[in-house]
């Protein structure tokens, strides 16, 4: 079964702190993956989709990896803000857009909460 | 572009009520999806359609219905509302496979 997990579940950072958030995916075939970040009470916006020869995207302070042989991916939050604060959540594509699951597949998401 | 917008951002429904949730895009995208959201729970979907007039079903279809008559609109239809659809519910597009995925605001719905 097509599956994406998050870890950890939630993490609470000092603001000015790095931090790394882990996506563990047994999606198949592969498409893309996409990081997302929701803001509470509001809709998903993404932050990079990644190709399978994509290794690494960058969107400001986020860094997202690949690793398409472990089916791994991480989102590096840098200097983190106060306005990090939100869900970052991981998709994985399989490519059927036409698909029953209209091809993305949805992690449970990270909640992280940056402190001043 | 507004982007994607849904209507209503609230509603409170009673058992066995009918309702339709908004969902109006203005970039020309051709796939349109509705998720719902549960605490804790990954999105899930509902409802997709891969352009005008083509509808099928998602992971969670039961108690809902769709149509898609325009590219713009993409509504969802709740028929006997019940308390398992408490939720918040996502409408989405994408321009074409690939791209990326634009979301709506949400619409919180309770049945009671």
């Known amino acids: 079964k097509n599956q994406v997990e998050q870890s950890p579940q939630s993490l609470i950072i000092l603001e000015g702190k790095n931090c790394t958030l882990q996506c563990n995916y047994t999606v198949s075939p592969f498409s893309n993956l996409r990081w997302y970040k929701q803001d509470t009470g509001r809709g998903p916006v993404s932050l990079t989709i990644m190709t399978f020869s994509e290794n690494t995207k960058s969107n400001g302070r986020y860094t997202a990896t690949l690793d398409a042989d472990t089916k791994q991916s991480s989102l590096h939050i840098t200097a983190s803000q106060l306005s990090d604060s939100a869900s970052y959540i991981c998709?994985?594509?399989?490519?059927?857009?036409?698909?029953?699951?209209?091809?993305?597949?949805f992690g449970k998401g990270t909640k992280l909460s940056v402190k001043p | 572009n507004a982007g994607v917008t849904q209507t209503p951002k609230f509603r409170i429904l009673k058992i066995g009520q009918s309702m339709t949730l908004q969902c109006t895009q203005d970039?020309?995208?051709?796939?349109m999806y509705w998720y719902r959201q549960d605490p804790g729970m990954g999105l899930k979907l509902i409802y997709y359609?891969?352009?005008?007039?083509?509808?099928d079903k998602g992971e969670v279809p039961n108690g809902y219905n769709v149509s898609r008559s325009t590219t713009e609109d993409f509504p969802l239809r709740l028929e006997l509302a019940a308390p398992s659809q408490t939720s918040v519910y996502f409408c989405a597009s994408i321009r074409r496979a690939g791209n990326e995925q634009f979301f709506g605001p949400g619409t919180r719905l309770t049945v009671l």
């Open positions: 970039m020309n995208h051709n796939y």
């Open positions: 998709v994985v594509s399989d490519g059927n857009y036409g698909g029953s699951q209209g091809n993305l597949i």
């Open positions: 359609s891969v352009g005008a007039g083509i509808t």
